[in-house]
C-alpha cells in the first residue's frame, strides 16, 4: 500500500512546497482524485492520488518544502467496495449500512441523472461507454467524480485473457497480411518490387508510395567488368563480396528485369563535339571560384532538361497503356553510391534552374545520396533520367530505361577523336550520348530528333 | 492576374460584389434587387451602398422582415419574366424560406414539364467568424448543394465576387450566391475590365505536387495559408478552390487528386453530412486505385457555434488543423 | 609562407580522406593517378581541388588540373605557389 509522496512534476524537480490539502484525514480516495495541491517554483500544480485508500495522517504540513519521494500523507487500505458512499458527509445518514428496509431519515442513493454531472465528465463517461445514473459518487455530497467513471469503466472492461486460438495449421507462421494503400499496390505491380519485401512502413503502419519508391531506388550497381589481365594468374582472388542489402538487391533485380522484359527499348546514339562547351567553360570557370565552378555534367544536365522541354513526348511515364507527360522537367540523375549502391533522385525543374544552380544542385543532390539523406519527393519525381558514366572511363552508356519513364540518356567519356572540320581534319573533345527509348511511348524518330536538338544546344553553351 | 498591360486598381470583395450588382442592374431592365435594408440601409453588409440613390425604389427594393415572403415574391417575378435579385441577410434566415427556395424555386421547372422557369438569384452570407453565436452562424451552403434543380456557387476571390452575378443572372433557373462574412473586407488588385467568369469550374489556386487541399469560399484563405506553411518544409500542397458547390466540378479535383495521391477537404460545415463528405465520396468512386492515403476532412466541430470568441475559434477549421491533417496523409 | 613537401602531402591526404573517408593515402606510391586509385569522379575531384585551395590557400585553376593527378604533381604544385 503506497503513501501519498512529492511527486517529481518536472525534470528539474527536487523539491516542492505543500500549499493546501484539498482532503481530509479519514476522507476516502480513489486514484485520480486530487489530493494536494504543489507549488514547484514554476507553478501550483494539482497532485492527485495513484492510488484507492483512506487518508490515514497528514506527515507534512501546508508550507512545507520537501525533497522529491518524501511522504506527504500515508494512506489506508479501502476495506469496502468501492460503491459505498461515504456516510459521515450526509446529512441525518445512517452509521451503517443499510442492511434490513432503509431507513426513513437514513442516507439514501441519490439517482446520478446524467443532468447532474458537469458536460466533460459527461462526454468522458460516454466516450467510455459508462452510464452514469448507474453510479453513485464518491464525490461531495455524493456526486460523481472522472475516478468513479473510469474505475467503472475499467471494471466492466472484458478481462485480458489471451483467446483460445483454434488450432489451424501453419497460423503460428502464417504472416499478418500487410496494409498497403492502393496506390502503393499499384507502383509495386508496376515497378516490379515485392511488396513483402518491403520491411518500412509508414506512420500508420501500412506502406504509402514513399516505401514502395524508396524500395525501388535503393539498388545495387551492376558490377564493372574486371580489367583484362589485369592479374597473374597464379595469384588466388577472393571470391566477389556480394553487394547490397537483401531487400534492395531483389528490387533492383526485379525492376531491372521488368524494364528489360516489358519496355521495347530502341536505341539511338551520337557523338557530340564538346569544344564548344569546354572552352566555354573553360572560359567562364577563369572568373569564378574553386566553389562556383561548372562541371561539364552540369551543362550536360541543362542541355538536355532543355531539350526535354522541346520534345515532352520523352519525358513522362508509360502508365495503363498510355503515356502521361510529365508536369514539368525533373531530371533524375544516376548516382553511385560508394558500397555499390544506385540511385537515380531528381533535381526538381531543372530547365528553369541557371547554369549555377544546376550545378550546385547537383553537388547537393550527389552529397545527399551518398549520405543517405534524400527527400522522397526526389526519389519519387524523375520524369527522364540521365546516366554519366563519363568519368568511370566508358565511352558509351547504353543504359536500362528506368520504369515507369520512357527514356533514358546515357553520358559517356569525353574523348578527343579526329574530326572533320570545313574540309580538314582535326582533334576534338568529343562525347558519346546515347538516348534508350520505350518503344511504346516514342519511336526512333522522335529519339533521334531529341539527341539531335541536344547536339544543337551543346553547341551554343552560352545560352545554357 | 494582372499584366503590364491591363489596368488595375485595389478594391475590396464588397465593392467588386458592388459593381457587380450595379452593372446588372445598369445593362438589363428586368434586373431588380430586392431583400431587408437593401435600400436605405444600404444593406447589412454595405454591399449595395448607393444602390437606391442610383437606380431609384423599383429597382432597388426594401421588403419587410419576412423572408419566406419575399422569396417566394422573388419566384413569383421570376416566373413572371423578371430577374430578380434577391437578398436573404444571411443563410441562417433562408431556413424560413426554405420551402420557397426547395418546393418552388428549384421544382416548379420540373413540376411543370418545363413551361415554367424560375431565373431568379438568391445571394446570402454565410459563415461564421464574428461572434454572432448559435443562430448566426450557420455554413449551411452543403444543404443546399444537396438540393436539384438550382445552382450552387460560392465565390471566394475578388474577380469571382465581381463576376458570377452577371452570368448567375443569365441562367433561366435558380443560382443561390454565397458570400462569406469574413470576405467581404478582403482587398486585393481587381483588372479594370474584369468581367463575367465561368461558373461550371473548379479552379487550381496554387500548384503543388504532395497532396490536394480542396475548400471554397472563407475556407479558402485558411487553406492558402495552411499551404504556405507546409511549403516551408518541404510540403508542396495543390490548392483547388471548388467556387461551385452544385453541380461539382469532380474533374478538376479529381485530376489533381489522381496526380497527388492525396486529400484534404476543408469545409466550415459541420462534418457528418457535409459537402465535404459528398466531395471525398467521388474522391475515392473515382481515385480509388490512385490514393496513398483515406481522404481526411478539416470541418467545423459539430456543436452550436459557441459565442466566446476563442471557444468559436476553436469549433471552426483553422490553419493549424488543415497544416496537421496535411501531414498526416503525407506521412 | 612556403608549403613543405611534407605539408603538402598532409593536405592532400586531408582533403582525400575527407571524400573516401577510409582511403590510405600514405601507402599510395607517389606517382599514382589519383583519380583512378580512390575513384573520384569530376564532383569528387572538384571537391577535391576546393578542400586544397582552402587549406593552402593557393589559387588552382581548371588548366592546374593535369598537374594535380599525382600525389606528387600536388606536393610540387603547392609547394611552387606558396613560395
Redesign the interface.
Known sequence: MADFTMPSLGADMDAGTLVEWLVREGDTVHRGDPMAVVDTDKSAIEVESFDDGVVERFLVEPGARVAVGTTLASLAPLDDAPTKVPAARSPGAATTPAAGPPARHGHHRRPHTPRAAPPPLRHHAAELGVDLTTLAGSGPDGTVTRADVDRAARASAPSPLPLQRRAEPGAATRPRPRRASPYARRLAAELGVDLASVTEVGGDGAVHAAQVLGAASTAVAPVPPPPPAATSPARVEPPPKPRGTGASRTTIAALMSRAKREIPHYYVATTVDLGPLTEWLRRSNRERGVSERILPAAALLKATALTARDHPELNGFWVDRAFVPGDDVHLGVAVHVRGGALVAPAIHRTADLTLPEVMAALRDLVARARSGRLRRAELADPTLTVTDLGDQGVEEVIGVIYPPQVALLGIGRVVERPWAMDGLIGVRPTVRLTLSGDHRATDGAAGARFLNTLEERLQHPEAL | MTSATVAVRETTYREAMRDALREALAEDERVFLMGEDVGRYGGCFAVSLGLLEEFGPERVRDTPLSESGFVGAGVGAAIAGMRPIVEIMTVNFSLLALDQILNNAATLQHMSGGQVHVPLVIRMTTGAGRQLAAQHSHSLEGWYAHIPGIKVLAPATLEDARGMLGPALEDPDPVLLFEHGTLYNASGPLAEDAGPVDIQRAVVRRQG??LTLISYGGSLPKTLAAAETLAAD?I?AEVVDLRVLRPLDDATFTESVR?T?RAVVVDEGWRSGSLSAEVSARITEQC??????PVLRVCSAEVPMPYARHLEEAALPQPEAIVAAAR?VV? | MTITPEQAREMVARAVRRIVPDADVGSVPDRADLRRTFELDSLDFLSFVELLVKESGVRLDEDDYPDLATVAGCADLLARRSA
Do not use: I, K, T
Open positions: 505536387r504532395d518541404g508542396e496526380r495521391h480509388f486505385y490512385d490514393l496513398d492515403s498526416a506521412g
